[in-house]
């Protein structure tokens, strides 16, 4: 097949690690087991780490290599502290790649077709949609996008070639709900590549066979840790070997375990059995997919994110909520959820402006908990100016 002069750009690193994928899927389960034990190795002794501790002592877990080849990233995220850890942004960057277009090969990506971005991404430019062309992909930018220019998204979308979108899940749901069910069907959407976060089973059924558009769905850490991707046939994850050694650790919850990841990073910095924070489901052997790569039944979501409904079982917390379209957050200061008990989540609201609030709301999570509505005068803030949008409480929850 020919290679495409974008695709030669992305120099040794990305062909590298292409070759490795493609090895990697003739393996047998054992030669798998062999690698992920090679990798995990070296840090068998050492203690779990935490982003903590990649804050408080960033050069014990640092390989710096030249200065022109890496720096420092910095992530936030709904848990108000940042993280900060140095990238080797030519090496990494282009490994992702190489993984991301071969999950993303399955639903007929190739580099470089056209994308649309809505994925949260913002910049400093005033403009609802820019273009960049090396990466031919087109980006509208969410904290632009609401209910009076909707009509300019919609009428450029519809003009598109085919295109495929890609976007975090809630960032889909939002879409969705912005344009409506019908209009977004007209879109020339040849596939939609999801990522990252926790996919509700019922969205991205939704998507992928009530709207009858294929979906690349997979999980991954911008610490180039750990990467996964979902199949809608088996109902699991597979996690790639050569990416990162990966172990499962349980926890106190019956068949839920922590993914913990140790990285390939060569520059930058090395995470050494990184608490991801992160929590998978996995079922007894019985239900085993025969598959030569690790997998799990689910990604639950972040720890401390993810709520419980009636019947006991964890949800992810995320995507339930910010799959609303941007208008919603004009209608009140802030909010946050707090959860007690299995079933029933408690709703602080400062300033609500109607009662469209609770209307969204309800119809949102009604069928997996009660909500109960409080309007109160402020929400503190954490120490970092963030806000706290969950709070789980339950000590010891029934499953």
Not at 93 to 103: G, M
Not at 138 to 155: A, C, F, H, S
């Amino acid at each position: 097949m020919a290679i495409s002069w974008r695709e030669l750009l992305l120099g040794y690193p990305y062909f590298q690690h292409k070759r490795l994928i493609a090895e990697s899927k003739t393996w047998s389960r054992d030669e798998v087991v062999i690698y992920n034990e090679s990798i995990l190795s070296k840090y068998s002794e050492s203690p779990v780490t935490q982003k903590e501790d990649y804050n408080k002592n960033p050069k014990l877990y640092r390989n710096p290599g030249l200065k022109i080849l890496s720096r420092e990233v910095t992530t936030g995220g709904s848990s108000g502290t940042p993280f900060r850890f140095q990238r080797d942004f030519i090496y990494a960057s282009q490994k992702e790649r190489a993984y991301l277009f071969d999950i993303w090969s399955d639903v007929g990506y190739k580099p470089y077709d056209l994308r649309v971005i809505y994925r949260g991404n913002t910049s400093n430019s005033s403009q609802l949609i820019t273009y960049q062309k090396l990466e031919n992909c087109y980006i509208i930018d969410p904290r632009l996008l609401n209910q009076n220019n909707k009509n300019e998204v919609v009428e450029f979308l519809k003009k598109l070639p085919p295109f495929f979108l890609f976007v975090y899940p809630s960032s889909l749901m939002t879409l969705i709900n912005l344009v409506g069910e019908k209009q977004f069907s007209k879109f020339p959407i040849t596939a939609i590549l999801a990522s990252s976060e926790a996919f509700p089973k019922a969205h991205f059924q939704y998507v992928h066979r009530d709207l009858s558009i294929p979906v690349a769905y997979h999980y991954g850490h911008s610490e180039y840790v750990v990467m996964a991707k979902y199949s809608i046939s088996a109902d699991r994850y597979f996690f790639y070997p050569t990416y990162g050694g990966i172990e499962f650790l349980p926890t106190d919850e019956k068949d839920i375990y922590k993914i913990i990841g140790t990285s390939n990073n060569k520059l930058g910095t090395i995470f050494k059995r990184y608490d991801t924070k992160d929590l998978c489901l996995i079922e007894d052997n019985s239900n085993h997919v025969q598959s030569n790569f690790l997998t799990v039944n689910a990604i639950i979501g972040r720890e401390q994110e993810y709520f419980y409904d009636r019947e006991g079982a964890p949800n992810p917390f995320i995507a339930y909520f910010f799959a609303i379209h941007n208008e919603f957050w004009n209608h009140f200061e802030t909010i946050q959820f707090i959860q007690n008990k299995n079933g029933e989540l408690e709703v602080l609201v400062v300033n609500p402006t109607n009662d469209n609030i609770y209307k969204t709301l309800t119809e949102r999570f009604s069928s997996k908990v009660d909500l109960i509505f409080r309007v109160v005068p402020k929400i503190e803030k954490t120490a970092l100016g963030k806000h706290r949008y969950f709070v789980q409480n339950i000590a010891n929850p029934v499953l």
